[in-house]
């Protein structure tokens, strides 16, 4: 998880902005933002210097590519030297580096713990979730590349609209038929129908999967392994009902639906949450031909 | 949007090094099926032999008996249809959802396995052809 301490030289500022102005007032906040200016070139050198005689560093290796700019149209590897501390993860690394060394430098991030899924990207030759991998983990230089099997539109972002529209694809909501009789009746869960599905609901949408599926990369309509994961969350939930079920099933044995799945296990392995999707679609799979092998 | 281009070795075959044990079985799975494949042509032409008469076989069989590349091809081919069997039961575990978490210890098993038996059948396949 990502350990940075958020900087705080903002609010100082605006909090002088916001008070009422005269004349003197406005020199005496001229001259204390002037010294906070000052204190803050002052600690960022410190910080530099202190970076450079600080023999750890870590060497990032990232990819750049910007369409709308004459001049960075060709993909290149851009290094950069980070200043390693304890617990560093690679988005921590990536953010130090735009920050100190290049604002252009484009990547998505938001909750840095693992929960948003938004920083998945192709760290040393894997799809990894950025925050939570840890720079102690990696070998030097630390490559870091946009998702494989995606269009890149700047630097490190990719274009998610497809990943989403398989998503949306198998309707990952929950739906029945079969509601309670009272108005005020809940649907309840067993506990094992629960732990069934537990797995399968820690899904965060980050793509890694997808990316790392060769079969993903050449059939553009097949599901993909978080969208099969997603229906088999919502498939194998009892509280949908069988007609549901049926209708779930009728969305995934189609031809570009569980059958494209060749166990390469790949999207297993990647998954930052560790979800068994492989064994989730063999499931799915043994769903579907016991839904249409009927010998009894 | 985004503008479409190659990203070249980021995006094809060329990132094998970075292959985990699953893509590897799958890689090997589709060589071997291939292998087979195309010596189930040689096999019926050379079965087809006994058509003509028992002595054309006798004949084709014994030369190319004769031969040391096919001697050496014969280990090749047993352990291409080793691998592939003990990889097919290995898939056959993993359709059935048992093992999943071992299934790259099973590649590695079948792996090992096939290697042993090429190994082993060196003698019976090269027997005779230095003499």
């Known amino acids: 998880m990502s350990t940075q301490l958020p900087d705080q030289t903002e609010d100082e500022s605006s909090a002088g902005e916001a008070e009422p102005t005269s004349a003197a007032q406005e020199r005496r906040m001229a001259k204390k933002r002037e010294r906070a200016a000052e204190r803050d070139e002052k600690r960022q050198a410190e910080e530099a210097e202190a970076a450079l005689a600080d023999e750890e560093t870590y060497h990032l290796k990232v990819f750049r590519y910007d369409p709308e700019i004459e001049g960075k149209k060709e993909p290149r590897f851009d290094d950069f030297h980070v200043p390693y501390h304890k617990g560093m993860t690679v988005l921590d690394a990536l953010m130090y580096a735009r920050d100190t060394y290049d604002s252009s430098l484009t990547f998505r991030h938001s909750c840095r713990q693992a929960v948003c899924g938004s920083d998945a990207m192709f760290v040393n030759g894997r799809q990894r979730l950025c925050c939570k991998t840890q720079l102690s983990d990696l070998e030097e230089p630390v490559r870091i590349e946009p998702l494989p099997h995606a269009e890149v539109v700047k630097d490190l972002v990719v274009d998610m609209e497809h990943f989403y529209d398989q998503m949306e694809a198998v309707e990952p909501y929950f739906q029945t038929n079969d509601l309670p009789d009272g108005e005020l009746e809940e649907q309840r869960q067993s506990r094992e129908n629960r732990e069934k599905v537990k797995m399968s609901t820690r899904c965060i949408w980050c793509g890694a999967c997808m990316s790392s599926c060769n079969i993903a990369a050449g059939d553009n309509e097949y599901l993909g392994p978080a969208a099969i994961n997603k229906a088999y969350r919502f498939t194998m939930d009892e509280r949908e009902g069988e007609d549901m079920k049926q209708q779930r099933l009728e969305i995934l044995e189609q031809e570009h639906g569980v059958w494209r799945c060749q166990t390469q296990f790949s999207c297993t392995e990647v998954c930052p949450k560790d979800i068994p999707l492989t064994e989730h679609i063999q499931e799915l799979k043994r769903e579907a031909v016991k839904n249409n092998l009927k010998f009894w | ?131």
């Open chain 2, 1 to 131: 949007m985004s503008q479409s281009y190659n990203r070249g070795l980021i995006e094809d075959f060329g990132r094998w090094r970075e292959f985990s044990a699953g893509m590897w079985a799958w890689v090997f799975h589709k060589f071997t099926g291939w292998v087979l494949v195309g010596y189930l042509f040689t096999h019926i032409a050379v079965l087809s032999t006994a058509l003509q008469s028992p002595d054309a076989y006798t004949t084709t069989i014994q030369s190319l008996e004769s031969l040391l590349v096919v001697r050496i091809l014969e280990v090749g081919l047993l352990s291409v249809a080793v691998f592939h069997i003990l990889n097919g039961l290995r898939l056959l575990f993993v359709d059935l959802g048992v093992g999943l978490e071992a299934q790259d210890k099973s590649f590695y098993a079948s792996l090992l396995l096939t290697g042993a038996i090429a190994v082993a059948s060196v003698p019976t396949f090269l027997a005779g052809v230095f003499g």
